[in-house]
């Protein structure tokens, strides 16, 4: 059976921009980790994109992306499952499968600056960010913050495309804490940031967006721009993750 959402679940997503759901994965936590664990030992050359940072431990991995070609479970549960199909409903459209990233959080891994995802997202107006728990996310290991309610416009964003401190002081955060397998729905435009994993215990988590079916297919072009901006890019003081510079961890 399709998974629908109430009216009551509409209401949350309307009124906070954000809505917490935990029936929607539909194979065991454990297949979930053992795949996340497969596509972090991916190594050689191919279509697949990891990311590194430096920590006081030592380099870790920082993100994979754009892995669902080559894996056929992460392919299914983004874009034919229940969290797909939850998508569409708040799009109200069916949805497309944007980009996927795998944010590790490692021991010892930066967090991100507060900032709303839709300044990174070229080529496309309505889009919906998905975080599906592969650990457990608590505030120790650093989930997510959001700010309930400010998901209507563009606010102020500073010279990384990250929200201004003005802003971030005006604003009420809360946490949102996940247990692993939970899934959360949040807008493009809803505020959010989190801190870095001071616990002893990695939080990884599977990050998948999506714009509805009118706007098109635009995952192709949205890792070739990716590509180009990354190789014109200059190093800096962060690690380069994403097209605007949310992301607090050091390069190598």
Same mark, same amino acid.
């Given at each position: 059976?399709?998974?629908?959402? *109430? ?76 969290? *797909? ?43 919906? *960010? ?123």
């Amino acid at each position: 059976m399709a998974r629908t959402l *109430s009216a009551a679940e509409h209401g949350h997503y309307g009124e906070h921009g954000w809505l917490l759901l935990d029936d929607l994965l539909e194979v065991d936590v454990d297949r979930l980790q053992h795949e996340v664990d497969a596509i972090a030992s991916w190594s050689g050359d191919g279509e697949w994109l990891h990311h590194h940072e430096l920590t006081d431990e030592g380099p870790k991995l920082a993100r994979t992306e754009n892995f669902t070609p080559r894996s056929a479970l992460m392919a299914h549960l983004l874009t034919d499952s229940a969290i *797909s199909e939850v998508a569409s409903d708040l799009l109200g459209e069916p949805a497309l499968l944007y980009k996927e990233k795998i944010n590790y959080k490692l021991v010892g891994g930066a967090g991100f600056s507060p900032h709303q995802d839709k300044p990174a997202y070229p080529f496309v107006e309505q889009v919906l *960010s998905v975080m599906v728990a592969v650990d457990d996310a608590t505030e120790a290991n650093g989930c997510l913050f959001v700010a309930s309610g400010q998901h209507h416009h563009l606010l102020d964003q500073d010279e990384r495309g990250c929200l201004t401190a003005a802003v971030v002081d005006e604003l009420i955060w809360e946490p949102v804490e996940l247990r692993a397998g939970q899934t959360l729905f949040f807008s493009a435009l809803t505020p959010h940031r989190s801190g870095p994993n001071r616990s002893t215990k990695d939080r990884r988590a599977l990050y998948p967006t999506y714009n509805g079916q009118s706007e098109g297919d635009l995952r192709a072009a949205y890792y070739a721009e990716k590509a180009e901006q990354f190789a014109r890019a200059a190093q800096g003081d962060r690690v380069q993750l994403s097209l605007i510079g949310d992301f607090e961890g050091r390069p190598l």
